[in-house]
């Protein structure tokens, strides 16, 4: 094997492995929007190629902002209620339940709830949100 193929093939070995990480709860970036905590575990920052993933913590009493959404989400609840609306439907979760977002859909969370919930967010690298007035939102953990 020449030289040069060898330090090709070395570097693309390193790459694999960098990529496959393994997160610990301490090692989510955490950035603060519109009263929620996004806790970000998967992202092309942190060496994931095609998802986004992350918890989102949301408070008792806070109202989401409604937004239109450029990729899939799927919303996992963990703990707590939420109460999702979709398109102008609301729903609300309960631990276990899913809520698959489509591309294009407007969304809010809200948690009307007496104590914190937690959601699992997974979506493709890239997604951004456009708010109501207009304003275009890329979420540094779907970057």
Not at 57 to 86: D, N
């Amino acid at each position: 094997m020449q030289f040069d193929t060898a330090v090709k093939l070395l570097d693309y070995v390193v790459k694999e492995v960098d990529y496959m990480a393994i997160l610990k709860e301490g090692d989510a970036v955490a950035h603060r929007m519109h009263g929620a905590v996004f806790h970000s575990y998967a992202a092309p920052a942190r060496g994931s190629a095609e998802l986004c993933a992350w918890r989102l913590e949301v408070e008792a009493g806070v109202t989401g902002m409604p937004h239109r959404v450029s990729r899939e989400e799927v919303f996992l609840l963990l703990s707590g209620t939420v109460t999702v609306t979709l398109d102008g439907t609301p729903e609300v979760l309960a631990p276990g339940d899913v809520a698959v977002v489509p591309a294009g859909a407007s969304v809010s969370v809200d948690n009307h709830g007496d104590g914190p919930a937690a959601v699992w967010v997974t979506t493709s690298v890239g997604l951004e949100a456009t708010t109501g007035d207009g304003a275009v939102i890329r979420p540094p953990w779907t970057q």
